[in-house]
């Protein structure tokens, strides 16, 4: 497989974790909960550690650098996803999120949907540079013998 197919691969399971989440929450009636939003951080990790372990199974890279590089890819493009879904869903679903975000703690008042989008993309842009780096530690040791054990 290859490292193309494993981030894009990895980076759909991130989307649609979040996305399907979302919509239980909807369904539920919490989406106005701020607190459980940050349960997103759960899909990240599975995503880029998917990723990861998909590119040292698969290919047999082992190399540090390489499956950093493919953790946080496998971010930003989840990230960049999750961000045009927003603007679909907020410009022609359901303009009246934004009053769901202002009136939750963590955004405050005087939103505009650029904001938003600016904030939910540095914010998905630094947890895959941090999330690739918690999961390297954890990868960073294994060998192949141990893998196919």
């Not at 303009?95 to 949907?113: A, C, R, T």
Request: net charge neutral; with cysteine.
């Amino acid at each position: 497989m290859s490292t193309n197919q494993i981030i894009i691969t990895s980076a759909l399971k991130i989307v649609l974790g979040i996305i399907g989440y979302f919509f239980v929450m909807k369904l539920l009636g919490l989406d106005s909960v701020s607190e459980l939003r940050f349960l997103n951080f759960i899909f990240v990790v599975w995503g880029i550690n998917s990723a990861i372990k998909g590119n040292i199974m698969h290919n047999k890279d082992n190399f540090y650098i390489s499956n950093l590089f493919i953790g946080i890819a496998t971010s930003v493009i989840a990230t960049a996803v999750i961000i045009f879904g927003l603007v679909i869903y907020v410009s022609f679903i359901e303009p009246s999120f934004l009053n769901v975000l202002e009136n939750s703690f963590l955004w405050g008042k005087n939103l505009s949907l650029q904001l938003i989008l600016f904030a939910i993309s540095v914010e998905g842009y630094a947890s895959a540079v941090v999330c690739s780096f918690i999961i390297m530690q954890y990868w960073k040791n294994y060998k192949f013998e141990e893998l196919a054990a």
